[in-house]
């Protein structure tokens, strides 16, 4: 177990015990990944004994196993454990879900919104755990078509809705910042499963999806 790197601040509010968040790590895999972030910064001529970088390849190696945590949780589980009998048939939308994850070619973030749609088939499922499963797939290093795929599956086969519907608009850092350097694309993919091939319902969620709440 490591404390998290902010355990030294003072406390954040005096009128109260105080704050310190906890995060819990295999210490024998950060060992082994801030050696390589120990390397990594050796080979691009950095000096990683200098003051500023004593501590980077151990909060690099947590960073990186926060934003990869998605490789050890399981999303059909985590719909399983809210699954509702509801004789409710109507579509259900959760839209403007926050999305990051890692692009796989270069290891560059990409981040934006997910929409998410389904229509129940004798079950609902606990609100909340729309966004959980997207962030489970999220964090993994992915392309933003595979993820939108996931998503998509995995509430058809655990649900069993009658159609399911995902769209996701990112930003990719690897387009903005390298390579082409377009800093205002942004890359829209959707899947969709079952009811929502019609082009009446398809029209219809993503008409909820671009309404505002007045």
Known sequence: ????????????????????????????????LSASYHNVLTQIGENPAREGLL?????????????TQGYDLNAEEILKSAMFKEEYSQMVVVKDIEVYSMCEHHMLPFFGKAHVAYIPNGHVVGLSKIPRIVDVFARRLQVQERLTNEIRDCIQQTLN??????????????MSMRGVQKQNSVTTTSAFSGEFYKDKTRTEFLDLIASKLS
């Open 1 to 32: 177990m490591f404390d998290d790197d902010d355990d030294n601040l003072p406390n954040r509010d005096a009128g109260i015990d105080g704050y310190r968040k906890i995060d819990r790590y295999n210490p024998e895999l950060i060992e082994n």
């Open 55 to 67: 501590k980077t390849p151990e909060r690099v190696a947590k960073a990186m196993l926060f934003l």
């Open 161 to 174: 809705p009658l159609g399911v519907g995902v769209v996701i608009e990112c930003r990719h850092l690897c």
